[in-house]
């Protein structure tokens, strides 16, 4: 079982930067590919970047590419998500996600995550 706590949301203006953390319980998390989605009103949840087990491994979304970077700590059980650059549009719910330690590769699909945040919103104001 791995448990998921978001932190680091909150308002920010166009253009600002926010860094957002998400620490694991569990002894697993090195085995453990991470994703990070964004949910808005009225939309479905959205893959935003994954990263693997090593950390070396990294996929973004179109939309977030350039701007944001997702990294990871097995040291610490975190992981986190830089955001640089932040529009309007990237008002949303934050959720971080685990797949199970058996899965390997990064995927954009969250069906394919087994654990997942309470999540932590992020508004950015034009």
């Known amino acids: 079982q791995v448990q998921l706590v978001e932190s680091g949301g909150g308002l920010v203006q166009a253009g600002g930067s926010l860094r957002l953390s998400c620490a694991a319980s569990?002894?697993?998390?090195?085995?453990?590919?991470m994703g990070w989605f964004r949910q808005a009103p009225g939309k479905e949840r959205e893959f935003v970047g994954g990263?693997?087990?090593?950390?070396?491994?990294?996929l973004y979304a179109e939309s977030v590419k350039g701007r944001f970077t997702i990294s990871k700590s097995n040291a610490k059980n975190t992981v986190y998500l830089q955001m640089n650059s932040l529009k309007p549009e990237d008002t949303a719910v934050y959720y971080c996600?685990?797949?199970?330690?058996?899965?390997?590769?990064?995927?954009?699909?969250?069906?394919?995550?087994?654990?997942w945040g309470q999540g932590t919103q992020v508004t950015v104001s034009s």
């Open positions: 996600a685990a797949e199970d330690p058996v899965k390997y590769d990064i995927s954009a699909d969250p069906g394919n995550y087994d654990y």
């Open positions: 569990g002894r697993t998390f090195r085995s453990t590919t």
């Open positions: 990263i693997s087990k090593n950390g070396a491994g990294k």
